[in-house]
């Protein structure tokens, strides 16, 4: 008896022990509860509860499976669709966390005689820009590439369209990051037509500063389009820069030479905005005329229902014309029995009279 | 209440959506994406709050319902919002054999059992998938916001009906632990008043023990806490009042007039959505699914649309004329601007579009109300029932009425016929042989008479006459319930009729506590049993005439007349 009370107890105790234990956690997890969200976090309690099983199965003897599929199931993900995701993902961050880091000192109007240290040189500028947009091909390939890929991979339609899903949030996110590089090139862009606005005194000069602002004018902010400016304007500044720091050195030909460039740039600017300005015009007179003959139209409705009512009238009143020539030709023939009967009983009479007679 | 009912559930939702951690405010933040699966009362309580747009926005990829094939889709956190019972259960369980997705995060949509949690531990555990288990929640919001100041609780199985003890226990019993879930996220403790003897008293009493217990448990209570702080910007609390649906039976049945009830009473509406049928009829379209049939039309009426905002009282005739032709107006003006304009046009064409795909909506709902109500006469029975409640005299014979061939279905001759019968204090029989005549089904007629004779007994009067608001307004049904929150709100005189509960108090007893005398900014009206659009109107309606009081009406069922005439007719054939 003793014997058989010892396991016992030890089951008893070791109970007890689970079951404070259990409710030590289950206070602390419940104290823990976070109010600010009004829905109460139970992951503790949870947990508390994977030991209640875990030694309640001890306990009970049943044997835990033994971790050996844990390395197949690791393995598993390693080759596949989200790690690429991923790396697309944090290749995207890091461009946008570069992009954070030196907006300031991109933007900087940044006066042309300071010599401050954290001012950037039109050079980095074009380098980041460069930089920038291939990176962004590269990312936009990428995503293309995962989504071919995800096409052609045999899978079930749920994960299809969840790796669709997927893609077009990263798409998303890599607008998003786009849009900031624009928006920091619009402001610099800005900030080079203010100044060539502002300092139209020094033709020379500003003609060199011209060039920039003028390229980047005429095209929106497409990765394809700008690309020639990028090129271009790297290759104007670093050849200037060569040539000296001072402005007035510049070669004769040179000048020349970026004159022309700048007058048909020009031209072409002006013939653009000529033409816009006709197809508004047009557009306008288009609309106008689209508003008369609306009007046009309307009024000839009105018109129309009259001449409706009006025909609805004429055949009615052809319809009771119809009847009354109807009714007249009956009575007409009816008349006339009467008049012939009139006629032969006279006849009959006047024979009669005349037989009675003689 | 600073923020309505309706925001306060978008916010927990959206704080669930985001691995229940506060969603933050950079527009920019790298995308993470995730699984949401749902059963049919998360999809309900997710559906009139959120858009699959917004799901997306928040990084859904799929959303899927618990209990469908699911393939395995790995390295994925799949966010689980499902009430905690047992099949649902099982089916986490077996999921978490299948390893399905990377990481689980549960949800409860109300608090799940110590037992239960017990279940899912052994099968992570079995399938050695503890760690993939990352937050367990228990989110309390078992309930269904349709507007800003309108809820409702339980949106599945209307059709059954159960007079057993243990069925109105259970029953009961998830009455009261949505209206539990609904003020811990209101995050306000109530004070309630009920009328005696009836279903609504017992779920009171229920209630008040159950924030009792709660608001007792001072070191995890639900309502203590940055809840107060931040939620009161008033300092007192609701006014919680219960009625019963034996209360009033005529207003269920009641033809209406103003434009959502319309709406509900003769389209398929449900869970702000409209569907209508070019061709056979078919269920409503769950949320996430495509319509099975392509010449099926499945219209949302949300908050954002402001034409149903500014319109979705108004009575019938008024939507028709008055707001349709504004609406166009207003799109013409702005098309005729913009021709001036190229660039405004451009930027402006989205909000052209969109409104233009409103007015297509409401044209389309709009013509469609209107042919159900030519084709069935139903202003003749609106005008009808509306003098019937207000006792004024009736110049058509009610015989007539029934025996009219083309003058609606024999559903709303039955309808017609019961509030007659509802509202008469005699009636003749020889009715019986018309309405069979007109094809109609009579059970429900032995229900009200078993109603008519309890409430006899109960001797409380049925008030239907006007209170005083204009007669456009359809206020005579709900009057009683009207009455009360009148009453209570004004505290003009105590309707000693009604208990009184503070859960707040530490001692049981209700003759000796002091009442809270203050008269009440906010009021709560709860309906056990069906609750319609009617009476949403009427307390709307009446919480603009006060200016300063706020009024939210819920129920435990939202049903139409047809659906409630059917619900009469199980219960006369018992």
């Known amino acids: 008896m003793a014997s058989d009370e010892q396991p016992e107890s030890r089951e008893n105790s070791q109970r007890r022990r689970r079951v404070t234990s259990s409710l030590g956690d289950v206070s602390i997890c419940l104290q823990r509860c976070s109010f600010t969200d009004m829905a109460v976090d139970i992951t503790l309690l949870f947990k508390a509860s994977v030991k209640t099983v875990k030694t309640r199965n001890k306990a009970i003897g049943i044997g835990l499976d033994s971790p050996k599929d844990d390395i197949f199931k690791r393995s598993r993900p390693k080759i596949g669709f989200s790690p690429k995701a991923k790396e697309v993902i944090t290749n995207i961050t890091k461009l946008k966390d570069f992009l954070l880091q030196h907006r300031k000192d991109y933007v900087s109007a940044g006066s042309l005689i300071s010599s401050d240290l954290t001012r950037m040189t039109d050079n980095e500028r074009d380098q980041i820009d460069q930089d920038a947009q291939i990176f962004m091909r590269t990312c936009s390939e990428a995503i293309r590439q995962l989504r071919n890929e995800a096409v052609k991979q045999v899978s079930s339609a749920q994960v299809k369209e969840h790796r669709g899903a997927v893609l077009d949030l990263i798409e998303v996110y890599l607008r998003g990051v786009c849009k900031l590089y624009s928006e920091q090139r619009a402001i610099r862009v800005k900030r080079m037509v203010d100044k060539k606005r502002l300092s139209r005194l020094a033709p020379e000069h500003h003609s060199r500063v011209g060039k920039t602002p003028e390229p980047m004018e005429e095209k929106t902010v497409k990765e394809e389009s700008s690309e020639k400016s990028v090129s271009e304007v790297p290759n104007n500044t670093l050849n200037l820069w060569e040539e000296g720091r001072v402005e007035d050195e510049l070669s004769p030909e040179e000048i020349q030479m970026f004159e022309q460039e700048n007058q048909r740039l020009v031209s072409e600017m002006n013939s653009l905005v000529d033409e816009v300005r006709q197809i508004e015009g047009k557009v306008v007179e288009i609309s106008r005329l689209q508003e008369i003959f609306a009007e046009k139209v309307l009024h000839q409705e009105t018109e129309i229902d009259s001449i409706h009512q009006l025909v609805v009238g004429a055949t009615e009143n052809v319809k009771e014309g119809n009847e009354d020539i109807r009714e007249a030709i009956k009575n007409n023939a009816g008349f006339r029995v009467w008049i012939l009967f009139f006629l032969v009983m006279c006849s009959f009479s006047l024979l009669f009279l005349d037989w009675y007679d003689s | ?574």
């Open chain 2, 1 to 574: 209440m600073a923020a309505s009912v309706r925001e306060k559930q978008t916010v927990a939702l959206k704080r669930m959506l985001n691995f229940n951690a506060p969603p933050l405010k950079n527009s920019a933040a790298e995308p993470v994406w995730k699984v949401l699966i749902y059963d049919r009362f998360g999809q309900d309580i997710i559906s009139p709050l959120l858009t699959v747009k917004e799901l997306r926005d928040m990084g859904i990829t799929l959303h899927l319902l618990l209990h469908s094939d699911r393939d395995p889709i790995p390295e994925v956190p799949a966010i689980f919002f499902v009430m905690p019972t047992e099949e649902n259960i099982d089916r986490i369980c077996q999921d978490l054999r299948n390893q399905l997705y990377e990481s689980y995060y549960m949800n409860f949509i109300s608090a799940i059992s110590r037992s239960k949690l017990e279940d899912i531990a052994s099968a992570a555990l079995a399938a050695n998938a503890v760690t993939q288990v990352t937050k367990v929640y228990d989110q309390y919001l078992n309930f269904i916001t349709l507007e800003d100041d309108m809820f409702t609780l339980c949106h599945q199985n209307k059709e059954l009906i159960s007079t057993t003890d243990t069925d109105m226990e259970a029953i009961m019993d998830t009455i009261v632990d949505s209206l539990f879930c609904f003020f811990v996220t209101l995050g306000a403790v109530p004070i309630i008043r009920c009328p005696r003897g009836n279903a609504a008293e017992m779920v009171a009493v229920k209630l008040d023990k159950k924030l009792r217990e709660n608001l007792r448990d001072a070191r995890n209570s639900l309502f203590t806490g940055d809840n107060m702080a931040a939620g009161q910007f008033s300092f007192q609390r609701p006014l919680f009042v219960l009625a019963d649906r034996n209360v009033d039976m005529a207003t269920p049945l009641h033809h209406t007039w103003t434009y959502q009830a319309l709406i509900h009473d003769v389209l398929d509406y449900q869970l702000n959505r409209v569907v209508m049928e070019e061709g056979a009829g078919g269920d409503p379209s769950p949320a996430g699914a495509r319509p099975k049939k392509k010449n099926r039309k499945t219209y949302d009426l949300t908050g954002a649309d402001r034409f149903w905002q500014k319109h979705k009282g108004s009575p019938f005739p008024e939507v028709a004329e008055s707001g349709l032709e504004g609406e166009d107006e207003g799109a013409i003006s702005m098309l005729s601007d913009n021709t001036a304009k190229l660039t405004s046009a451009v930027s402006s064409l989205p909000e052209l579009l969109e409104k233009k795909r409103l007015i297509d909506l409401h044209t389309n709902v709009a013509t469609a109300v209107l042919d159900h109500i030519k084709s069935r006469k139903l202003d003749v029975y609106f005008e009808y029932e509306e003098k019937l409640m207000s006792k004024s005299t009736l110049d058509k014979s009610l015989l007539d009425i029934i025996s009219d061939p083309d003058a609606g279905t024999p559903e709303d001759k039955m309808r017609l016929f019961l509030i007659y019968y509802i509202t008469a204090p005699q009636v003749p029989s020889e009715y019986k042989t018309a309405l069979l005549d007109a094809g109609c089904d009579l059970s429900p007629l032995n229900y009200i008479k078993q109603w008519k004779a309890f409430t006899k007994m109960a001797a409380t009067p049925a008030n239907y006459g006007n209170s005083g608001v204009k007669p456009m307004v359809m206020n005579s049904g709900s009057q009683l319930v009207m009455e009360g929150v009148k009453n209570l709100v004004l505290k003009q005189h105590e309707t000693d009729d009604y208990r009184y509960f503070d859960p707040k108090m530490l001692r049981g007893s209700e003759s000796s506590i002091p009442r809270n005398k203050n008269p009440f900014q906010e009021a709560i009206v709860f309906v056990v049993g069906g609750g319609n659009y009617i009476e949403y109107q009427n307390l709307v309606d009446y919480a603009k005439f006060k200016q300063g009081k706020k009024v939210v009406y819920g129920c435990s069922e939202l049903s139409n007349a047809g659906q409630f005439i059917k619900q009469l007719s199980q219960l006369g054939q018992k």
